[in-house]
């Protein structure tokens, strides 16, 4: 019996034609790529687990192309598959059989910046590490942020409405995107590139494509809104000995950090020895201890004798958390820290610790948490799965998929968001395992679908997660997104065989 992830059978779309390529090139000269090796890596997911066998990879530079490029397909009867960085995990980011890639690589220009409200606009293709970095010299940042921001583009996070590292401080994109440009499957325009906080005329159609994985439309340009960069930040690197003592410092830290808090993630001791293992990335704070060791927690090492790993020596911790602080006055923030700190191990709710100021460490700390996922890369082969669950219950899940699997698994490992409630739940195996995975599923989503939890909490759906839509939505919710996608896309050409279950199609 066939994994309900595995590929449809091809659905009757036009194949391309010597005249197809003739066109495209005359709209895109030089920027119609044909050739098998240029084309591999765009045919290949991040994960190198999806594999499609396109064999046209078209690159517009403007809204008008890309309008000219969809109005074509559409008449044509030709399949077209959205592209950005193609760093999403669920498999929506590549073709499953032969369809067109349309690239926003080539579309990366920053429209406009207003430096008083602090809104961005910009075309699909920028970015978001680029985004960034010219944001800094302005004194701003994106309101999101990931371990993929030097590959992702902003209208593939837009796309995938991506979550990140500072969701738990400045929200989801749905409130974050002000305006988005889209070509619709027909090629027609819709500018809702509005850059306004309050628009209340009529419905709010730009929500609809955020989050919409390509099968909508394709999103040409986005409004953003932006924060000012913040002028002191803190990071911290904490380890706890059980996970109801990290949700207990999850708590006491946001009643004493409040307004600065802008993180709170974790990682388990599993995802610390990969890290060792295949990034050789040392843990800040076992072994010897060290000047990375800053001045409050050697404070508190040596005054409070209570921590019960003080010696030079210490051991590895079950879990891991990463705090971050974002404010806009150092002294306040350091106070608050320290204050919190003192609090979390004189309680003995944290056994170990570091801090970070400066930049670099500050990117140090955070690469433990961040590159997790290129880690588990080195594994072998990775199931993914990334759950949303009422906080208290996030690990329990990991337990007990690791008790389920017993010995059949290379490792069992659970890192996310805590302050979002969302979980990365992998499990590897030295090679694809059709056994493992039956083991794996449905067994993780009757566990999410008991607790009321999603089964995609910021990944999306794509080609891999389609099937399993109904663990987290009534099948009246699916029968209306089919509807929507039937008025928007009434041929499918759009990013077809991702995010709709089979059986609507
Ligand atoms: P792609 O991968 O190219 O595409 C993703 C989907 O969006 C596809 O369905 C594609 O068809 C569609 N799409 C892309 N561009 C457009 C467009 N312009 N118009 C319409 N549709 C489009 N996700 C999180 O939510 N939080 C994280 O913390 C996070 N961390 C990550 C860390 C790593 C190391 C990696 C590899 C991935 C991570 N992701 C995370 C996954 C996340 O979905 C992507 O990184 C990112 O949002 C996708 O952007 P992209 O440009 O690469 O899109
Ligand atoms: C993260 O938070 C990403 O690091 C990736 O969402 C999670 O790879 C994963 O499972
Ligand atoms: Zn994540």
Redesign the pocket.
């Known amino acids: 019996k066939p994994s309900p992830a595995a590929a449809p059978h091809r659905l009757p779309f036009s194949r391309i034609t010597q005249e197809d390529l003739d066109f495209f090139r005359k709209i895109l000269p030089g920027r119609v790529i044909t050739d098998p090796d240029l084309l591999e890596s765009s045919n290949v997911?991040?994960l190198k687990s999806v594999r499609g066998s396109s064999e046209l990879l078209l690159r517009p530079q403007t809204t008008e192309d890309v309008s000219q490029i969809l109005k074509y397909c559409n008449s044509r009867n030709l399949a077209v598959?959205?592209?950005?960085?193609?760093?999403?995990?669920v498999g929506?980011?590549v073709p499953v059989y032969d369809e067109i890639i349309l690239s926003?690589a080539l579309m990366n220009n920053i429209l406009t910046f207003d430096s008083i409200s602090g809104i961005l606009t910009c075309q699909?293709?920028c970015v978001l590490e680029n985004l960034s970095l010219y944001l800094e010299e302005k004194d701003y940042i994106m309101p999101l942020d990931?371990?993929?921001k030097g590959?992702?583009?902003i209208?593939?996070?837009?796309?995938?409405?991506?979550?990140?590292?500072r969701l738990l401080r400045y929200g989801s994109l749905h409130g974050t995107v002000l305006g988005l440009e889209?070509v619709l499957a027909d090629g027609q325009v819709l500018d809702c590139l509005a850059t306004l906080r309050k628009d209340n005329t009529g419905y709010d159609l730009k929500q609809l494509?955020i989050g919409?994985?390509?099968?909508l439309?394709?999103?040409?340009a986005v409004s953003v809104l932006c924060p000012r960069k913040p002028r002191s930040v803190n990071v911290v690197f904490l380890g706890c000995e059980t996970f109801e003592q990290l949700l207990k410092t999850f708590q006491l830290c946001r009643g004493m950090l409040g307004e600065i808090l802008s993180a709170y993630e974790f990682l388990d001791s599993e995802c610390m020895r990969l890290l060792n293992t295949h990034l050789k990335l040392l843990n800040p704070i076992s072994g010897k201890v060290t000047p990375m060791h800053t001045l409050y927690i050697y404070i508190y090492i040596i005054k409070h004798t209570l921590m019960a790993n003080s010696s030079p020596h210490r051991a590895d911790c079950p879990f891991y958390v990463v705090i971050e602080t974002s404010g806009s006055d150092p002294k306040h923030d350091g106070e608050k820290l320290h204050n919190f700190l003192e609090e979390a191990m004189t309680s003995s709710l944290v056994t170990d610790g570091t801090v970070a100021t400066e930049d670099s460490k500050i990117k140090a700390l955070w690469s433990m948490r961040?590159r997790v996922?290129?880690a588990l890369t080195h594994e072998g082969f990775t199931y993914k799965y990334d759950i949303s669950l009422p906080v208290e219950q996030i690990y329990q899940l990991v337990t007990d998929m690791r008790e389920h699997l017993g010995d059949r698994a290379k490792s069992v490992v659970g890192y996310g968001?805590v302050g979002d409630g969302n979980l990365h739940l992998n499990v590897t195996s030295p090679a694809k395992d059709p056994a493992l995975l039956a083991a794996i599923e449905p067994f993780v989503y009757e566990w999410t679908a008991r607790c009321h939890g999603s089964i995609s909490a910021?990944?999306?759906l794509?080609l891999k997660k389609r099937n399993y839509i109904y663990y987290s939505k009534p099948s009246q919710a699916v029968a209306l997104m089919g509807n929507i996608k039937a008025m928007l896309d009434p041929k499918g050409i759009l990013?077809p065989y991702?995010?709709l279950p089979d059986n609507l199609k």
């Open positions: 997911d991040w598959n959205p592209q950005g960085g193609n760093t999403g995990l929506g980011s926003t699909a293709g990931l371990g993929a590959s992702c583009h209208g593939g996070n837009v796309a995938t409405n991506a979550g990140g590292l889209v494509f919409s994985e390509g099968t439309g394709v999103i040409t961040e996922t290129e968001h910021e990944h999306g794509g990013n991702k995010t």
